[in-house]
């Protein structure tokens, strides 16, 4: 049992909110509570149904709320929506018309505050582009930019003209980029010269260059000028951002779309090597992710917010940009890295924007941890209220120090567990309502009914670990994996015959009602709160010629959660290390730097069954260091552990 997981089972302490917090908040009893979540449970089209009436602004109303059980339930049928109005045009005749809508800071230091109505001529203007570029509703657009404000203009402009868009993390490597272009045939790209990380110069246009040597259905580019670095323009197929806003007209209406309008398309990585296009629709992720962060954020009008992850990630699409944009409120947009040019970055922009919510992920945590106390109390962090971890399991004593150092013992902290699949958070502590307890994500949100069941699909008693369910349907969830539905039934509701919907993750319920994440069951890494696949990193090996076959698995890693160790049979003889490079360099470019090795261990062999399965379960025990108790009966060669064990 890792440490982690060791020190979460012993953790039995209680932060009961603080009063005055309970006393402002939107949801501020546990009856209040209660009384959501029954009738969330007993009637969700009355649930659902009623906050989509008094929540969502509609060209057109829904004839009905949901259609049809999990998997394909249709919501709001009949409703004509728009997810760019829902962020933008209702604020307009309110006095949030001039209110900041972003604050976002460069890197480098520069910073630029769009207010609603800016935001709201910019992403017109964006929207006439892409109507003269010949962008069609039901058209799919790559986005591939750095955190600037023309990645939001940029999104809240497909979604204004109907496109579905489909960003992908500037981390990702050429071979993704076109990988993700031809399962969406994407007509357009978006991108950027590069963007700014730790001081150097990250190239992106480059990068779409050479994605597009393989990426038929794309049609043109689009290029911020960001850094000003040098890049190549080509003729009729490139063109630069600026000189087609120029004349651009700002009189562009939303176009009104169905509820169940493909909204995005958000790449994640699965259990096999092809990375899965999970789609969300308008309305019910509209509804999901202004419902969730109104709830969990508490918003107060006079807030100004903080998510630190990038857009390329869905914690970005529904928390930087859908849930809190649809709610009025002030969101902050960091470019860069939160160590440059020093690790107080972070705590900087806290004081200097006053932030009041603060919502990071724990492997942030620990790295701030590592850099030492004396970052955080260089800064005024008094103007924080709410702090929120999300990505991975936040170990107990992470949470004390975010708790303790940021938090300075005033600010409820919530923990919230939800996949790019849920679209919205799931399960978290209400901050007025929930008792936390550290490294639980604690209670399902109004609307959301999990269970903890074994592999036969039968809920467990208390404090049993087993597997992490849904058993009802909800508004936010994914609607089929693009291209693929078949593949999408089978991943998440084949498992318990179409019942319920299965996360992926293990998990216990303890006698309170708490859950507990315990982490993935399949073979998904989870690497900084990043999602990655073992078989996407061992296909990428074996493409390499030098490598005959390998096993990828993860293993406890301080700072990232889950480090990945590569066991690889080379071709030949042993090679040396300089061959280690090679192959790392190998996976960076053929998924990206998020999926960088942390280990390569050479081996002649790989455990395997008598029927020729890889144990994977051996393996990580032996990235882990850890002494391994399995039985290793069914193995064929006994002396491939001694051999594994050494090489370590
Ligand atoms: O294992 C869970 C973990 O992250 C997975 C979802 O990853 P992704 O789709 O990339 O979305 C991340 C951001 C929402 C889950 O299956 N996870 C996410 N949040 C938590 C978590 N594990 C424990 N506690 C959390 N709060």
Known sequence: MSDAIESILQEDRKFVPPAEFTANALISSEEQYQQMWQLGKDDPEKFWGDLAKEELEWF????????????????????????SYQCLDQHLTTWRKNKAALIWEGEPGETRTLTYQELHREVCKFASVLDQLGVEKGDRVTIYMPMIPELAIAMLACARVGATHSIIFGGFSADAISDRNNDAQSKLVITADGGWRRGKEIALKSTVDESLEKSSSVEKVVVVRRTGGDIEMVPDRDYWWHDLMENASADREATPLDSEHPLFILYTSGSTGKPKGVLHTTAGYMLGTKM????????????????????????GHSYIIYGPLANGVTSVMYEGAPNWPDEGRFWEVVEKYRVNIFYTAPTAIRAFIKWGDQWPQKYDLSSLRLLGSVGEPINPEAWMWYHKLIGGERCPIVDTWWQTETGGIMISPLPGVTPAKP??????????????????????????????????????????????????IETY???????YYFAGDGARKDEDGYYWIMGRVDDVLNVSGHRLSTMEIESALVSHDLVAEAAVVGYPHDLKGEGICCFVIPKGDIPIDEVKNTLIKHVRHQIGAIATPDQIRFTPALPKTRSGKIMRRLLKDIAAGRENNQDTSTLEDQSILEKLRQEG
């Open 292 to 315: 969730s962060s109104k709830w969990v954020f508490d918003y107060k009008d006079e807030d100004t917010y903080w998510c630190t992850a990038d857009i390329g990630w869905v914690t």
């Open 439 to 488: 490294g639980s994500c604690t209670k399902p949100l109004p609307g959301v009914v999990p269970a903890i069941v074994n592999e036969e699909g039968k809920e467990l008693e208390a404090n049993q670990g087993g597997l992490l369910v849904m058993t009802q349907p909800w508004p936010h969830m994914l609607r089929t994996l693009y291209g693929d539905h078949e593949r999408f």
């Open 60 to 83: 057109q109303p829904f004839d009905s709320v949901m259609e049809g059980d999990m998997p394909d339930t249709k919501w709001f049928q009949g409703g004509k929506i728009n997810a």
């Open 493 to 499: 509701f084949s498992k318990f015959d179409g019942k």
